[in-house]
């Protein structure tokens, strides 16, 4: 358990939020107040020593045997059977590992009540076997078994504070030149209308192409091993849309076809069933609510996810048909059905974001609030000023940077895991390396300094170079684990590096991981479609992001989206997948430029426009043909490709 850093510290950050600033980031101090969790914790300790009291009541009024085995379980999980004497005594290691076992569902499936259950279904049981009188030792047992866990506990949270203290004052000397050069190294991203897809980044690009147009219900490549922890479908059809919208965002706003085809039916599989119903377990174990709507409360890894790409979609195409009622629909079977669109999920994550304990943060999963989840599950409402013309973002990003700066980071400004709610303690598992990043890349919409502050100290701290110019990274435990199938792999790391050190246009790093991944991590090629067979389907889907990534492309496809042309320029609307790659696709309101490649072998391909003006002549070079689109603005033409072919298609003046 994480005691408070400071009283100071806690009313800084309190002086700094009634006064409606924002702490800049090289104000220390404001790092890891826990001013919420600290509330949290005390309010924790008091049930705690509301329950030593029952414990102690039994002893002190010399109840029955029963009654008092029964209290020294309440004090302490399994000490009643040490109360009981006897056979029962060998219980009790059976009953310590059962409630490790219980706290670990709660951390990794929400399951609030196994605790309660293991510990006073103990209690009970141990009350049960009780004979006519307790073990004269067993309430010193239990004292000192008791004191000892909070010694221990105590022990690793000093450890963990004087770890990040000494970080702290490390970085209070190397940050300030460590942030310049971050400054010095960035190169800044093309501009718009001049990016293009690489041969090498279109067939990257096609391993999410090939799940994204697969039948709705198909799960082909998809890693399916559990609903509940990071393997889950659901985030690797997020980093899947992921992909795909930055490539549509930034390299072909002006490509339609099957890239939104792609994007539809990875949004339709978070509708079916597999996806969304372990929703169940969770909402009964984790809320104590038989409620089966996912989207309702507490489920921002759900919810959220899926509204941020849901509006991305809408953001990025111009199609609205995600804003009409019950274009979202969750079937649990023929008479329960939840019908949402994107209105209703942006409001049910609004009205989470009002009633949670860390509001605006709110619980990625019952009673258990995660740092980088709360960034991503908020994004949609940046996205979502564009889309309905509303005013949201402001007031979200004023609130949400204190929260996070006090409750999601520690006193050295690293991000952790993120906090169980009900006892305000940092969640013991998940932080490290790969998780810094990760949030560090998710923070540069909302706050562009802490994400350029997360990147300086993380490449300070954690990469390194050799004499070849091979990258190594700095690993923790979690960060030797790929969390997207449970295997041994650094491939995560390497991941979520590569996305920060791109977004922060740091293309040393970058270019040196996508050199180790082809080198260590089975770099694949079959027909004309690229993957490492040392990754799983998330972290392929996080490389190809990685691929295409450049400096602030997350800040810029949230916060403005694609260039203006792309919702009132002519569109490619349709082509043949595989055999039209589609590498550019790019107007400036008036004319359409495309680069195209060959998926097979080289020839002649149709592709259908869109969106030009309706009986309007247009030229299409390098053919040298001149056509007229129809009465809705549409037309069909006829291209040979062959290598990288440039196509432009441009009205016909006068």
Excluded at 169 to 176: G, N
Excluded at 442 to 457: E, G, I, N, V, Y
Aim: net charge neutral; aromatic share 10%.
């Amino acid at each position: 358990m994480r005691p408070d850093t400071g009283a100071q510290r806690g009313k800084v950050m309190s002086v700094a939020i009634a006064a409606g600033e924002l702490p800049p980031a090289d104000q220390v101090a404001q790092f890891g107040a826990a001013v919420a969790s600290g509330r949290l914790r005390r309010r924790a300790q008091m049930v705690y020593a509301l329950l030593v009291g029952l414990g102690v009541a039994p002893l002190a009024l010399h109840l029955s045997a029963g009654w008092q085995a029964a209290g020294l379980g309440v004090i302490c999980p399994g000490a009643g059977f040490l109360a009981d004497g006897g056979w029962a005594v060998l219980l009790f290691p059976f009953a310590v590992a059962l409630m490790f076992a219980a706290f670990a569902s709660w951390v990794l499936m929400a399951n609030a009540v196994a605790p309660l259950v293991v510990w006073f279904g103990g209690a009970a049981l141990a009350g049960g076997l009780a004979g006519g009188h307790i073990a004269p030792w067993a309430p010193w047992a239990t004292l000192l078994l008791t004191a000892g866990f909070f010694a221990g506990c105590s022990y690793l949270s000093r450890r963990t504070m004087a770890g990040e203290a000494a970080r702290r004052d490390a970085r209070a000397i190397y940050l300030p030149a460590a942030m310049a050069a971050v400054d010095a190294r960035a190169v800044d991203a093309p501009a718009a209308g001049e990016r293009e897809m690489s041969p090498a980044d279109l067939a990257s690009l096609r391993y999410a192409l090939e799940r994204g147009l697969q039948p709705v219900d198909g799960f082909a490549g998809f890693d399916v091993i559990e609903q509940f922890q990071t393997s889950s479908v659901r985030y690797q059809i997020d980093y899947l849309l992921w992909a795909l919208q930055l490539s549509q965002c930034y390299y072909t706003p002006n490509f339609h076809g099957y890239l939104n085809q792609a994007q539809r039916n990875l949004i339709g599989k978070l509708t079916v069933p597999m996806v969304w119903k372990w929703w169940r377990w969770e909402n009964l174990l984790g809320n104590f609510s038989f409620n089966l709507d996912p989207i309702a409360k507490d489920n921002i890894m759900f919810g959220g996810f899926s509204s941020n790409h849901i509006a991305l979609y809408t953001a990025l195409t111009g199609d609205e048909r995600y804003l009409e009622p019950g274009s979202l629909t969750f079937r649990w079977n023929e008479s329960i059905v939840f019908k949402h669109d994107l209105r209703t999920v942006l409001e049910a994550g609004r009205k989470n974001q009002r009633e949670a304990v860390y509001a605006p943060l709110y619980p990625c999963e019952p009673r258990l609030t995660y740092s980088a989840c709360n960034l991503w599950g908020q994004m949609a409402h940046l996205t979502a000023d564009r889309i309905f013309a509303t005013n949201h973002a402001p007031k979200l990003l004023h609130d949400l940077k204190p929260l996070h700066m006090s409750e999601m980071m520690g006193i050295d400004g690293s991000p952790h895991a993120g906090r169980m709610t009900a006892l305000g303690i940092r969640i013991p598992v998940y932080t490290c390396n790969h998780v810094a990043a990760m949030w560090g890349w998710m923070a540069s919409p909302f706050f562009p300094d802490l994400s350029r502050r997360t990147w300086a100290a993380s490449r300070e701290e954690c990469v390194s170079f050799g004499g070849d110019g091979e990258i190594t990274l700095a690993a923790e435990a979690y960060d030797r684990i790929d969390t997207g199938n449970y295997k041994k792999s650094e491939a995560g790391l390497y991941a979520q590096f590569l996305m920060l050190a791109r977004e922060q246009g740091d293309q040393e790093v970058a270019e040196a991981i996508l050199r180790k991944l082809d080198k260590d991590f089975g770099r694949v090629e079959r027909d004309g479609v690229v993957s490492y067979a040392k990754a799983s389907n998330v972290n392929n889907a996080t490389i190809i992001m990685g691929r295409l990534l450049r400096r602030f492309d997350m800040r810029g496809l949230l916060r403005d989206g694609p260039p203006p042309g792309a919702l009132s320029g002519p569109v490619l609307a349709e082509a043949k997948y595989p055999d039209v790659l589609v590498a550019k696709a790019y107007s400036d309101g008036e004319a359409l430029e495309l680069v195209l490649y060959a998926g097979g072998a080289a020839g002649p391909q149709k592709l259908k426009l869109g969106r030009l003006r309706p009986g309007r002549s247009y030229a299409l070079a390098p053919e040298g043909l001149v056509f007229s689109a129809d009465a809705q603005g549409g037309a069909e033409i006829e291209v040979m490709l062959e290598g990288r072919t440039q196509v432009s298609i441009t009205p016909v003046r006068g």
